[in-house]
């Protein structure tokens, strides 16, 4: 296991292209996913300087909050309800380029504009989700959901 990141430079696709490799190195040879998500996520904040990032966990039909890094957070989250409970509920991957906007936003940080989440799934079930939320409105595009969801593939494989 590698603990040190070395930040990229470039494209954010390149970013990701450059980042990913060290976060199998990170998450290599470790089974625990409690430790792999806190890495993960110390790992894109470093890396981005996004305000918020984290995993939301399933438990008893609400998702719990897991490792994060970034301001506090709200700890519960029920199915169905704000963007993370809603890509629970629809099973894919989210982008709110204005949180404002969306019906039901739960609203953890007044300093949040947009955010992406990314359902974890294992065996075929959302098991989580993971959260990034941004102070630029926008911010989030197709790149940051195709390369986030191989990240999160990283840490739930099947």
């Keep these: 296991m590698s603990e040190s990141l070395q930040t990229i430079t470039g494209s954010r696709g390149e970013q990701y292209e450059g980042l990913i490799p060290q976060i199998a190195a990170l998450i290599e040879g470790e089974s625990n996913r409690v ?75 007044s300093l949040s504009r947009s955010e992406i989440v990314v359902p974890v799934f294992h065996q075929g079930t959302v098991v989580g989700v993971l959260d990034v939320d941004s102070e630029s409105l926008a911010h989030f595009t197709e790149t940051d959901a195709q390369y986030l969801e191989e990240i999160v593939r990283l840490l739930f494989p099947g």
């Design 35 to 109: 430790a792999n998500m806190a890495n993960v996520t110390a790992a894109l904040k470093t890396q981005f300087n996004w305000l918020w990032v984290g995993f939301y966990l399933v438990e008893d039909n609400e998702l719990v909050l897991g490792p994060f890094q970034g301001p506090i957070a709200c700890t519960r989250i029920r199915y169905g309800k704000g963007v993370c409970g809603s890509a629970w509920e629809a099973g894919r991957t989210l982008i709110v380029d204005d949180v404002e906007k969306f019906p039901g936003h739960i609203a953890c940080s």
